[in-house]
C-alpha cells in the first residue's frame, strides 16, 4: 500500500466510526504498534537514495498527524453523541452523584501499627507463628505435656491429624528461640483461637501481643518497666502496672499484669467492674526447660515472655462492649475508629 491509498483509508475509516470502540480498532490498525503507518516507516531503509528516504519519512509523518487530528476530531464527536444519547433517556446528568464510600482503617490494624511501632523501638523485632500448630509448639515445647491439666487453661480446636488452632501467641517462643542467637528480641501481634462460647466478652477468634526476650540477666524488674512504659502509653500517664502471682506453666515465676483503672483511678467504676484494676496481661520469666527446649542453656541467659490481649485493651480504651464486633466486618464499626 502506498501512503496516499493509506491516508485514505484511514479517513475513511474514521469517519464511518459509530462507536469509540470502533475508533479505538482503527487506531490500533493505523497508528498502533503493528499498524500501516509503522509498516510504512519500517520500509523507507529499502529505498536505495537518501533524499527519498528523506521524502518518504516526511511525507508519512505527515499522513500520521492527519490521521491522529482526524482520530481525536471523531473521539470528540463520539463523546458528545453518547451524552446526547444519555441525555435522552431517563437518566438526568444533573443529578448529584453518589459519593463513594470511603474507607477506614480497623482499630485492630490502627493498634497493632502502634504496638508494633514502640516495641520495635525498644529493639524488638517481628515473629510469625503458624496459626495452625503442631502441638508440640503450642504446648508440649512449653511444659504443657498431653493429658495434664494445665490444659484446661486452654480450651482448643484440634484437627483429626493432632494438629491445633493455636489457643496462644506462646507459641512462637520455641519456634523463634530455635531460629536465632540470644539476644533475642521478638514480638508478635496475631490471631489465636480458642473453643469459646461466644458471647460479648469471648470469641473463637481473638488477637494477642506477646514479647519474648531472651538475653543475659534478664530479670523481673525489665518485666516490670516494660509492663509499666506500656501500659502507661495505651492507658494514659495516670495508671499504674500491679503484678499478682499467676500460673503458667511456662514461666517462673509467672505473673498476671493488672493496670489501674483510668476511668476511676482505682475507686472502682462501671468500666471495670468495681474492681479498680483490669487483667490486662500475663508474663513471667521464661522456664529454664523452655529455654532448654528452645536451644539455649538456662544457666547463661535468661528470657521475659509478656502477652496481652488486644482486643480486650481496646474494648477498655475505646468502650467497646462486645469483643465479637471486631470480628464482625460490619464496615459501620470500623468507621466509628
Ligand atoms: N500465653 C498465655 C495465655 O494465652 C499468656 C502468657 C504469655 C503468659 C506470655 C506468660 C507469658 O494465656
Known sequence: MNVVESEVKALEEIARASSLADLEEVRLRHLGRNGVINQLLSEIPELPRQEDRKTAGGLINSVKEKIENALEEKDRELKKKDLKEIDRSSFDITSPGISPHVGSIHPLTQFREFVRDTFSRLGFEEAYAPHLEEDEYNFGLLNIPPDHPSRDLWDTLYLEDGRAMRTHTSNMQVREMRRRKPPIRVMTFDRCFRYENVDPHHSHTFTQFEVLYVDKDVSMGQLRFLSDLFLKLVLG???????????????????????????????????????????????????????????????????????????????????IEDIRYFYEGDLRFAKQF
Not at 262 to 270: A, H, L, Q, S, T
Not at 301 to 310: K, R
Request: aromatic content about 12%; glycine content about 16%.
Open 237 to 319: 500517664e495516670k495508671t499504674k502496672t500491679r503484678f499478682r502471682p499467676k500460673y503458667y506453666p511456662f514461666v517462673e515465676p509467672g505473673v498476671g499484669v493488672d493496670a489501674l483503672c483510668p476511668f476511676c483511678e482505682g475507686k472502682g467504676c462501671r468500666v471495670c467492674g468495681m474492681e479498680g484494676w483490669f487483667e490486662i496481661a500475663g508474663a513471667g520469666l521464661v522456664h529454664p526447660q523452655v529455654l532448654r527446649n528452645g536451644g539455649i542453656d538456662p544457666k547463661v541467659y535468661s528470657g521475659l515472655a509478656w502477652g496481652f490481649g488486644p482486643d480486650r485493651m481496646l474494648m477498655i480504651k475505646l468502650g
